[in-house]
């Protein structure tokens, strides 16, 4: 049996990338699915090269255990959906969701999201989802949050005018974080007049939300790439 892929080079995510042992079946798939899923280890990523027949390019940046980014997936069949996640039980479990829904329009990369988002084309993306990301509340280890000035560089050059990002977190400082960060880079408006703490029509509930480890009830923007 082979092993998992592995990113290349090392990582500059400091969470935790394996807890428990891959399940029998959940190995298995690392053997079968994921050399057809997996996100190509180099070169250009885009729609033309991965998926000719999709009509537009998502992306989800840690997506956890993968409820949301498979629901996303059945339900807009035309996306190709790029999913990054660092953690090999999270990377296991999302193709169990990928078989079980026999989804064909989601690739994975198993690594540090932002060397995906490296390779993606300047204006391509219409959609990138950021749910819960890891909110690392110490003080000091602030810094190790993923939506940083830098981080936020890059997802302006990657979507496209009219396109949006969503955030979402159960922690009150990372969204005030974030919310000032987004408001000082005039690339990116708010979407819509929705109250945050109002959930999208479109979210998906995911097991991480539903355990409530956060120190605020969670809260949800969506901001929209300018012109």
């Given amino acids: 049996m082979t092993t998992p892929q592995q990113p290349n080079g090392p990582l500059r995510s400091f969470g935790r990338l394996k807890a428990r042992p891959l399940k029998s079946r959940q190995a298995a798939l690392f053997d079968t699915l994921m050399p057809r899923v997996a996100v190509p280890e180099d070169g250009p990523l885009t729609r033309a090269r991965l998926a000719p027949d999709a009509a537009r390019l998502w992306i989800e940046i840690g997506f956890g255990g993968g409820e ?14 790029l999913g990054a996640e660092p953690f090999v039980n999270g990377v296991a479990s999302a193709l169990r969701h990928l078989e079980e829904g026999g989804i064909d329009n989601v690739r994975l990369w198993q690594g540090d999201a ?17 749910m819960f990301p890891d909110p690392w509340p110490k003080a000091r280890h602030n810094k190790r949050r993923l939506v940083q000035a830098p981080f ?11 396109g949006t990002l969503r955030f979402a977190t159960d922690w009150a400082d990372y969204a005030e974080q974030t919310e000032a960060l ?32 956060g120190d605020i009830a969670p809260v949800w923007f969506d901001w929209m790439r300018r012109p």
């Fill in 182 to 213: 987004l408001a000082q880079t005039p690339q990116f408006g708010r979407a819509d007049d929705r109250d945050p703490s109002d959930a999208p029509a479109d979210h998906v509930t995911t097991r991480y939300e539903e355990k409530k480890l």
């Fill in 114 to 130: 932002r060397d995906m988002l490296a390779r993606v084309g300047d204006a391509s993306v219409e959609r990138v989802f950021i």
């Fill in 152 to 162: 936020v560089a890059e997802l302006v050059r990657v979507i496209a005018p009219g």
């Fill in 68 to 81: 949301h980014m498979a629901a996303q997936a059945q339900r807009h069949p035309d996306a190709l959906i």
